[in-house]
């Protein structure tokens, strides 16, 4: 990303780069977050970002508001153990930023910092973002956080050693589906990550590489229970799968690699995958190709997201959010 193709998204308290790294530099102690079941975009961006905070003297933690034994990712990114449990994470803190976050309930169990911290500062590129903080860095054009993340650090002034460089590659990685998305700027970015050592191999590895064996057969039963339905999303088609509370606990950090291996299947049409979390309660996945608006469907459900890639949590019968998912595909 670069100046050209930024856009800013506007409002009370919107800043750009520079404001960003103002409030930032104005401030005591900063906890940084990002949303719950942090993915590597929200992991690297948080890690990154308190990284260089600390490198500069500034106090600056990490927590995540959920689960509480925090996913691989976190773990693999986390050199310097700054990731701290949420209960751990401090109460009252100057500054609170949080990363790669649409909205408030995204926070989890963190979310009550948004009142208690002095001030706030979002930087995020969901498209579904709503102005939860006091201050917002928000790009909906921009392929990744970490992105946004990399351009306050530079208006900082801010060096990118390994570990930042680690963080801010993988997340950028993730988000652009292995550079699939993001064009020039993002192979650009990625290309200084490497150069600042980021070593993609031996990151990607630790990241995706290691599974458990009994994965083989959990990963077999759930595809095996996968579904198509060809008429579905006006006639593009949907193939979706459950993952049930059993299998989603033993194998929470596996069962995010499921959702490409229907969408590969579905031709141009929608992938879903339903996730049980807790009785008649579900994490539902979806990704496509932009057409429909997977954004616009999951944020109707409560949810929100990217064009191509989204997610909502509600409550009910498997079928009945089923249901609701047809209807929110045909609209
Ligand atoms: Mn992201």
Redesign the pocket.
Known sequence: MNETTAQLLPGPGAVDPAGAAAVLRHARDVLVVGHVRP?A??AGSAIALATALRRAGTPATVAFGGPDQVPDTVAVLDRDGIVVPAAEAPADPDLLVCC?TSARRRLGDLSDRLDRARSSLAID??ASFTGFATHHLVDPVAP??VTLVRRVLAELGAGIDPVIARALFA?LYT?TGGFRWGGADAMRLGAELVDAGAEPRELLRELSGTRPFGWLAAQATVLAGARSEPDAACGAGLVWAVVDACTATRYRDETVTIVGELLATAGDGVAALLTETAADAWSVSLRGTGAPDLSRVATALGGGGHPAAAGFERTGTRDEILAALRAGLAA
Request: glycine residues 10%.
């Open positions: 993915d975009d929200a790669d590129h969901h990744a956080t997340g988000d």
